[in-house]
């Protein structure tokens, strides 16, 4: 085989474009696309072609946006409703939304004393009031003779203030949280009153009873 170099004709076009003929506006754009595309085709021998070099493209992967719908929540409504009971609601329903699916307020209800706009908690309760038990909720019966002890689920204002250390504004805050959640199951749960600690409790446990 001969060792002679054989003439280029790619590069001899681009010279003639370039520096043989008049430099028209026409031949210099020509000239340009021209090396452009030489430029192309050198990259391409040297890579391969564009399907064994997928893999050294750079790109940014994007994770998927994952949209799930909302769990559910098993929320106790009871009170003045229509339907009390256990309801499953959309963990972004509200109060609100927990009284209409429950037949709605009875005409005794009061349910401007809760949050309306309160969000549902699983495993929550929802007492709805009524105008009974805002004047007075379950009265207490005259205690017999001897027996001091208060019901904290029945007693007034004035007979829970006869607590050690129960003030007016402790006692208010009893009849709220009980009116707004129901009556007391344990004497411990009054520890879920604002106000009532181990050691408040401690000083009246003995006074109270359900």
Do not use: C
Not at 20 to 31: A, D, F, K, L
Not at 62 to 84: K, M
Not at 158 to 184: C, D, K
């Amino acid at each position: 085989m001969s060792d002679e170099v054989q003439p280029d004709p790619i590069r001899n076009r681009i010279q003639e474009i370039l520096f043989e003929r008049p430099p028209t506006r026409q031949r210099v754009i020509g000239g340009v696309a021209l090396v452009a595309v030489t430029a192309v085709l050198v990259v391409l021998t040297q890579t391969g072609s564009p399907g064994d070099r997928v893999d050294a493209i750079p790109f940014v992967t994007v994770p998927p946006t994952s949209i799930s719908e909302p769990a559910d929540v098993l929320v106790h409504v009871a009170g003045a409703v229509a339907n009390p009971g256990l309801y499953k609601m959309a963990a972004v329903d509200r109060v609100a939304d927990l009284i209409e699916a429950a037949g709605g307020p009875l005409p005794v209800a009061v349910p401007d004393m809760l949050n309306l706009a309160a969000p549902l908690t699983d495993g929550s309760r929802v007492w709805v009031p009524s105008e009974s038990d805002m004047d007075d909720p379950m009265p207490q019966e005259p205690m017999q003779a001897g027996d001091s002890k208060v019901d904290v689920n029945r007693a007034t204002l004035s007979q829970l203030e006869q607590l050690p250390g129960v003030g007016p504004s402790l006692a208010a805050s009893i009849v709220e949280y009980r009116t707004r959640s129901g009556p007391f199951a344990s004497v411990d749960d009054l520890l879920s009153v604002p106000g009532i600690g181990p050691a408040k409790l401690a000083g009246f446990r003995d006074r109270v009873t359900l």
